[in-house]
């Protein structure tokens, strides 16, 4: 059977995001597949690929520029898209990609969204901690619950998932 020509490329400022990738890249294993860092990839490259995996951690509440910058920049888009991205609020990001899938339109078809945690190491722990000690205590204690919960992810049992996720969406294209 023809392979899929499939494209992961993502942001990731402290390498979250990269490790979903990777994990997401080894979920399209037997496909025709590469792994690129945004900023290594050309625009016109686009067009080589039938899929494109685009990823990026969420940073005041959108994924970074980047992301919209390549799209803008392709002269031809792929028929197929999928969205990852990993955060560190409970809750995933409706409205995350909001320019990025502006950018695409009605050009290819977004056909899965994939998120998950990643612990905000972005930020140094004692800052994160001296931010804890100024909470008010029945804020703090949910506070210090969510730092606890996020800590080390995405962990191994995130990253079966990014790449399992892969793996069932290749299986029924
Ligand atoms: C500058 C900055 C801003 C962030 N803003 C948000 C935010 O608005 N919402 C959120 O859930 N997480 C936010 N985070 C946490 C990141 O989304 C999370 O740690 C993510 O896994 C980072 O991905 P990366 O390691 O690939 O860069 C922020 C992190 C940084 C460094």
């Not at 290594?40 to 690929?49: A, G, R, T």
């Not at 969204?113 to 000690?133: H, Q």
Request: net charge neutral.
């Amino acid at each position: 059977m023809k392979k899929l020509k499939i494209l992961v490329t993502y942001f990731s400022q402290t390498g979250n995001t990269e490790k979903v990738a990777k994990s997401i890249y080894e979920g399209c294993q037997g496909e025709d597949v590469d792994l690129k860092p945004i900023k290594e990839v050309d625009p016109s490259e686009l067009k080589n690929y039938e899929l494109i995996f685009l990823g990026s951690g969420i940073y005041a509440s959108r994924v970074n520029q980047a992301l919209a910058n390549l799209v803008s920049a392709a002269t031809e888009l792929p028929p197929k898209f999928i969205f990852f991205y990993t955060h560190a609020s409970k809750e995933p990001y409706q409205d995350g990609f909001k320019v990025v899938k502006r950018k695409i339109g009605d050009s290819s078809s977004i056909i899965a969204e994939f998120d998950c945690c990643g612990d905000n190491i972005g930020v140094p722990e004692a800052m994160r901690n001296t931010m804890l000690e100024r909470l008010p205590p029945e804020k703090r204690k949910e506070a210090e619950e969510h730092q606890n919960w996020l800590k080390g992810r995405p962990n191994e049992e995130d990253l079966l998932n990014a790449k399992k996720f892969a793996q069932s969406l290749i299986n029924k294209l």
